[in-house]
């Protein structure tokens, strides 16, 4: 038998909101999705209030050693946290998962859904990459939505609307779960390369928080942002130096070392 919902999502605290919407995100492509929102989610200061029960929708297959020693099982957390915005309404509710679930996505999108109904959600922001070929100093932003009238406004806003496109994953799946439940839905998508999919990319977060904040009508104060920029930059730059460097010693050939038939003028 399924666990009954009040089971499987476990509440601390029932916040009193006004007409607020669920910005979601999980670990994908180069951590896009899951640095922005956990950044404004930080930067407002937004308070936990709930969390989904970890073992409806994760396994483990392994275990973590630290200085030689075993340590106790841990589940990724997936929690929701909430901010009110005053007296004027349009309150946020952030849901940050660690990790994607293993089983049972759809499953679990529906939870997530059902339960921030109930505080009145009609709206979703999900975060995500958009993969191109080559390293933006400042990254666009693609946008898709549930419906057209959303896309026009999205569009008006200076968005890339790409067309047909393909989203993995939770940061896909929910908001194609809300279109279901006639909930209105907004995923936000930085480019990031492909050779950065393996390590953070906080540059293209930059890009996806600047647009989510301006669509959003929240500042936040962006100068903890702006250090990690830096330092990315940084280690991008190195990293594309060193990948030249490899280039030219693997298919670069010193004259005096050529054969003989090279060797012509």
Do not use: H
């Not at 906080?202 to 250090?227: F, G, K, W, Y």
């Not at 940084?234 to 298919?251: G, L, T, V």
Request: aromatic share 10%.
């Amino acid at each position: 038998m399924r666990k009954r919902e009040e089971e499987i999502i476990k509440v601390y605290k029932v916040p009193k909101l006004t007409n607020p919407s669920l910005v979601a995100a999980w670990p994908g492509i180069a951590n896009v999705a899951l640095t922005a929102a956990s950044y404004i989610s930080d930067s407002l200061k937004a308070k936990e209030f709930a969390e989904v029960q970890s073992l409806s929708f994760f396994d483990l297959n392994g275990v973590l050693i630290e200085k030689n020693l075993v340590q106790a099982p841990r589940f990724p957390e997936s929690k929701f946290y909430y901010w009110k915005r005053n007296k004027a309404g349009g309150d946020l509710i952030f849901f940050i998962g660690e990790a994607q679930p293993v089983s049972r996505s759809y499953e679990f999108a529906n939870k997530i859904l059902d339960f921030v109904q109930k505080f009145g959600v009609t709206r979703v922001y999900t975060l995500a990459a958009a993969i191109v070929p080559q390293f933006a100093d400042k990254p666009r932003v693609w946008a898709a939505a549930t419906d057209n009238e959303l896309l026009s406004d999205l569009e008006s806003n200076g968005l890339v609307l790409k067309g047909n496109f393909y989203v993995a994953g939770m940061n896909g799946l929910l908001l194609s779960v809300a279109k279901e439940k006639n909930m209105r839905g907004i995923c936000l998508l930085g480019e990031t390369p492909r050779y950065l999919s393996d390590i953070g990319n906080p540059i293209a977060s930059q890009s996806v928080i600047e647009v989510l904040t301006r669509l959003l009508n929240i500042e936040i104060d962006m100068t903890e942002l702006e250090q990690m920029v830096k330092e990315a930059r940084q280690q991008i730059d190195e990293a594309i130096r060193e990948s030249r460097r490899q280039y030219i010693d693997q298919f670069t050939v010193p004259l005096w070392e050529r054969p003989p038939e090279e060797e012509k003028g």
